[in-house]
Structure formats: C-alpha cells, structure tokens
C-alpha cells in the first residue's frame, strides 16, 4: 500500500512537467510566490537605506537612452540600443571608453540589442548580421564570430560557454546553452506557436551573485541558472486573477489593454528580497517584498517619488539595486528639493545620473 503514494507522487510530476511541454526542460524545485498588487504609502524607505548618485560626465552627443545597464568590478557599462552605442563609466561617473561603431568593417556592427561582460571581453551582440563581437574591456576589438542563430539575450559563462535567449526564425529554440564556438549544446525551452519574439527592450537575463536569472517577456516565472548554466530552481509568481492568459502573452499591447499584470524584465532577488518592475494593470510600478517575511507593496514609478524610490531597476551589484534619473524624473518627485542640489542640478542640465539603492539586509 505505501508504494501506492510513490506511484501517485511520481504521476503527478511527471504530468507537471509534461504540462510545460514548452516551458524549461528538465522540471526543478519551484518557488510559489504570491504577489501583492496594491500600493503602500513609503514602501521603498522599508528595503532602501542608503541611495548613491553618480553623476554621469558625458561626452557630448553620447547617447539618446539609457536601455541596459551592467555594473562589472569598478566600471558601469551602459546600452543605448536606439543608436547601438555600449559606452563605460567609472564609479565616479567619469567616460571611459565606446565600444565599437556602426558600419560594415571586420570591427564594426550594424545593431547591437544586448552586452555582457566577463573577466575576459566584453561581448556585443549584433542581431541584424547575427554575430558576436569581443573587445578588450578598454576597448580594443579583439574578433567577430558569426552564430547560426538570431539572438535575443545572453550571458556569459564561467567555463566559456553562452546562455542565450532566441529570436524565432532560424529554429524553434528559445532558450539554451551553447559552447565557446556558438553551437548549441543544450536546449532548455522552445517557441511554441503563438511566440512571435522576446520584445522586452531591458534584460531578460540577470546575475545576482552565484546565480543567473532568466524571465521571458511577459512570463509569470523567472528561472535560476549557476554559472555553469546549469538549470537549478524556479520562481512562480502568481498575480492572481491579473496573470495574463498563456494564448495572450505575446501581444503586450492588449494585456495593458485589458489591465493585466506582467514584468517588465527580469526580476532582482537578493536573498529573500525581491525587486520587480511591473505593469500593474493600469500603472508601471516597481514591487518591492520580502518572500521570506511575506511582506511588501508597490510604488507607482510615475508619480510622487521620494529618493528610495526606484525608478527602474536595472542590474544588482553588491547588495545595491541600481537604477537611473533622467531630467523628466524630476517632474515625478513630491518634491525634488530632497534629492541633492548637484543632482538636481546635472539633471536640469540634460546629463543621467546613475543612482544605487542599498537593500536592508
């Protein structure tokens, strides 16, 4: 009789997984968090305690959007992907380098939708000649590597291989894991027939000390990677009835529409904290909560802002969220007479300034 609940045990996750026929492949422990919706009155001054602002001292004409941004050792690395310049920063805001041009030489590209850096190079993703591109991290390009795929996202490696997220064309692979060279060694999900592409214009991957995050566009759980790639654990978020339907996850258009609730990019988590970017319905708020605890709320990220307030979180680093202002920012706050004066006044100027949130512990 007691190997009748193994047997009913077992059945049970083999159906689980066959269920998510499309989803990541092998099935793993999976987290089930419940996510508060409403707003709360000061939530960010309950899981921010310090903000940093680096002011940022621009060449002129340098770029248009701040779209990605990545925090590596001492150096802030930023995307513009409207005019495909990936330029770096030091900690105290002052230029450093551009990496690589637009045009059709050996060491130019056409479009850059996505970077990432290592101890090694950095690496620029050209998804319109579908090619990698490598420089030294001051600059210096190093080579260009043709893949036989349409790339969306990645990340780099410990051990030399790749973590990518497809565009649909080539093949029906979506998510995987290839080697040095490009070649896919494994496949963890596939496009079904209503993915028509990863639209997201911010990370789809993030790295957060030992572990590697990855959310698909509109998705409703983020999935844990280590640094090998390997696939160890999952984030179910549930946003109750809000939760897009699956038939619809590929039109963000009529989810807002329809006042759905999906993620914007993926989510933060820094031990039990979590920090995520939403639309909400009829709002874009940023969601901050402890899962351990089982507490938080949201902050509409449009109007009546204070200093802890995240506006977007971008990448971690170092136990500190980071984030952006631009000049429009200013508009958002209660009053911007609570931010420092050389801020607002590099603001008023036209110039970004990158701000780190520090997370209570």
Known sequence: MKYIHYYIFFLFFFIACKENKTD????????????????????????????????????????????????????IYILDERLSKLMSFDKEGNFITQYGERGRSSSEYVRVNSFDVDKHYVYLYDDASEKMISFTHGGEFVQKVETPFWGEDFKALENGSFLFSLKPGKSNVKLCVTDSHFNIKKVFSYFDE????????????????????????????????????????????????????????????????????????????????????????????????????????????????????????????????VGYLEDYCLDRFEDKTTLPADVVQHLENGYRVVAFYRLKR
């Open 24 to 75: 990541i492949i092998p099935c793993v422990p999976q987290t089930k968090v419940d996510v508060p919706l409403e707003e709360v009155s000061g939530i960010s001054s309950s899981f921010i305690d310090t903000v940093l602002f680096v002011k940022l001292q621009e060449p002129q004409n340098t770029f248009r959007n701040l779209d990605k941004l990545k925090i590596y050792g001492d150096t």
């Open 194 to 321: 209503e993915d028509q592409d990863n639209y997201s214009n911010y990370s789809l991957f993030q790295k957060v000390g030992d572990s590697i995050y990855y959310t698909d566009d509109m998705s409703d759980t983020t999935h844990v990677f280590t640094p090998k790639g390997e696939l160890v654990h999952s984030y179910l978020f549930n946003f109750g009835k809000y939760a897009p339907p699956l038939e619809a996850r590929y039109d963000a258009e009529q989810l807002i529409k329809e006042k759905h609730v999906f993620m914007y990019t993926c989510p933060l988590i820094y031990d039990s904290k979590l920090v995520m970017f939403l639309r909400n319905r009829h709002l874009r708020t940023v969601l901050y909560y402890d899962m351990k605890e089982r507490i938080g709320g949201n902050k509409d990220i449009d109007k009546g802002l204070s200093p802890t307030d995240i506006i977007i979180p971008l990448c971690m680093a170092d136990g500190y969220v």
